[in-house]
């Protein structure tokens, strides 16, 4: 269900009029389609900048999205089974990362 903010529901009622003026109908699509804030995108470039460092400067845009949405709406850290990767991790490979 969309949402209107007061203003929008004004401009809104407005331009469903019976009889809108075209101008109207333009100004309310205008602004009903403004972002009211930008720290979606602000959070987007803050996540791509940790990403894209210069080690990591080389990578594929289609990784780096993939990346980004893991970062932005993946799951946290605190349910992340760390051992349990790491061992699995460790298993599938001939590696000396506990050997002593």
Request: a positive charge; aromatic letters at 8%.
């Amino acid at each position: 269900m969309l949402k209107l903010l007061p203003g929008q529901a004004r401009l809104t009622t407005i331009c469903f009029s019976q009889r809108p003026d075209p101008d109207l109908v333009k100004l309310a699509s205008f602004a009903l389609s403004c972002p009211t804030h930008i720290a979606d995108c602000e959070r987007a470039f803050s996540v791509q900048n940790y990403i894209l460092t210069e080690r990591w400067a080389s990578l594929s845009p289609t990784t780096c999205d993939q990346l980004m949405r893991i970062c932005i709406s993946g799951p946290s850290f605190t349910d992340m089974p760390f051992i349990e990767a790491v061992e699995r991790w460790d298993s599938k490979s001939n590696r000396k990362l506990f050997a002593h």
